[in-house]
């Protein structure tokens, strides 16, 4: 095989898995490991993938890159719906308190929330700093609603900063949702922007009890800033079973995964 097609099929290899090793790219191009660091840096200098310990990553899969809302929405919407279907079902009733963070498969969770036919979360207060969910609560339900303020960031329409992390740290939610880029064995749950993982980290310590809404898209996944330890939420919720050093790691910190 010449270097050239090697080195396509290595690109369209990385392209589809997201991530390969050095050892995997040897064996199946029966070449050495030295050949297949070549070829990888090779690749990085055009920019068709990223080269991580033992192998390479995906470009898109850099620990700062984040896509906007409205590209996010179109993507895993209906595994995102599920895990938001799921989610709805541990809101609690009657006179009780919910953060709600900013994200996609979040905003779907308030979505239901204010298209359920019984009513049953009138007298829930919603507590956000994201403006889709703030406007979808505040337009199309009866719940009550808090907005919590701040800087808002244009990539995600959420509030960031002094004052958004002050009003969270003088709250005690029943209960909080949250959204993460990455939920590692090790590294734990993160996101690209320092600032927006500082609200989540404010978020995290405010409420007596945190979910997590994380697709399988991003398990065993880390992105720059690590905003939560696994030990700090309660309950993951996803559509596909953690496997691995992730299903050990939930295991040993009492976390509880529900697979929508």
Not at 86 to 93: G, Y
Not at 126 to 140: E, K, L
Not at 144 to 172: C, D, K, P
Request: glycine fraction near 8%; aromatic fraction near 2%; charged fraction near 25%.
């Amino acid at each position: 095989m010449f270097a050239a097609e090697r080195h396509r099929l290595i690109g369209a290899l990385v392209d589809a898995q997201g991530r390969v090793t050095v050892g995997e790219l040897a064996d199946k191009f029966d070449i050495t490991k030295e050949t297949v660091r070549r070829d990888l840096a090779m690749l990085e200098e055009l920019s068709q993938l990223r080269r991580v310990h033992g192998g390479a990553v995906a470009v898109h899969k850099a620990s700062t890159s984040e896509q906007s809302l409205d590209t996010r929405q179109l993507q895993r919407h209906d595994e995102k719906l599920r895990i938001a279907r799921q989610a709805l079902a541990l809101v609690p009733a009657g006179a009780a308190s919910a953060v709600i963070d900013a994200g996609t498969t979040t905003e779907l969770l308030a979505e239901l929330l204010t298209s359920e036919p019984d009513g049953r979360h009138d007298d829930l207060l919603v507590i956000t700093h994201a403006v889709p969910i703030a406007y979808r609560i505040s337009t199309g339900s009866q719940l009550q609603l808090e907005m919590v303020g701040g800087r808002v960031r244009g990539l995600t329409s959420a509030g960031i900063g002094a004052t958004t992390l002050e009003r969270f740290a003088a709250l005690r939610p029943d209960i909080a949702f949250i959204g993460a880029n990455g939920i590692h064995a090790s590294f734990g749950l993160s996101t690209p922007d320092p600032l927006e993982a500082a609200v989540k980290t404010a978020i995290v310590r405010s409420a007596r009890r945190v979910v997590a809404l994380i697709d399988s898209s991003k398990l065993d996944e880390e992105t720059l800033v690590r905003f939560a330890g696994l030990e700090e939420i309660d309950t993951l919720i996803t559509d596909k079973e953690p496997a691995g050093p992730l299903a050990a790691a939930l295991e040993q910190a009492d976390v509880e995964v529900v697979v929508a």
